[in-house]
C-alpha cells in the first residue's frame, strides 16, 4: 500500500508529535517520583515526631489491662481444666473399657495412648512374660555357677594335696 506524500509527512509529524509527548511524560513522571519520594520522607519525620509518642503512650496506658485479661483467660482455663479433667479421663477411661468388651483392641489402643498422651490417664503397666521369668531363672543360675566356682577356688581344703606314699 503506497501512500501519498501528503500522508507521509503527516504521518511523520505524528510520529514526532507522539515522541515528544513520551518524552515529556517520562520527565514529569521522573519529577512526581522525586515529589513522592519527599513525602514519602516527610511523612515518616512527622510519624516519628508526633504519632509514634502517642502511639507509645497508648500501649503503657492499656498494656496492664490487657496483661490483666491475660492473666485473668489463663486462671479460668486452669480452673476449667482442673475441673473437667477427671470427667473426661473417666469417659476415656470409660471408652477403653468398652472398646475392649466390643474387642476392638485398636480402637482402644488409639484412645489409651490419646489419653496417656494428655496426661488424663495413666499409662499402661507393661505384664511380664513368659520369657522374662525364663531370663531371671538363667540369671539367677549363672550367679549360683559363678559363687559356687569362687568358693571352690578359693577354700582352704588340707585334704585336697595327698602326700606321697612312701614305696614299701
Sequence with gaps: MSLTR???????????????????????LGHAGEVLQAAGSQARRLSDEHLAPRVNEAMTTVRPQVDRGILAARRASEQVRRATAPLVAGALASTVRTLEQLENAEGAKQVRRFGEKRGLLAPQKKKRGAGGFIALGLGIAAAVGVGYTLWQAFRSDDELWVAPESGE
Design 6 to 28: 501528503k500522508n507521509r509527512r503527516e504521518l511523520r509529524r505524528l510520529r514526532n508529535h507522539a515522541q515528544d509527548v513520551l518524552d515529556e511524560q517520562r520527565i514529569v
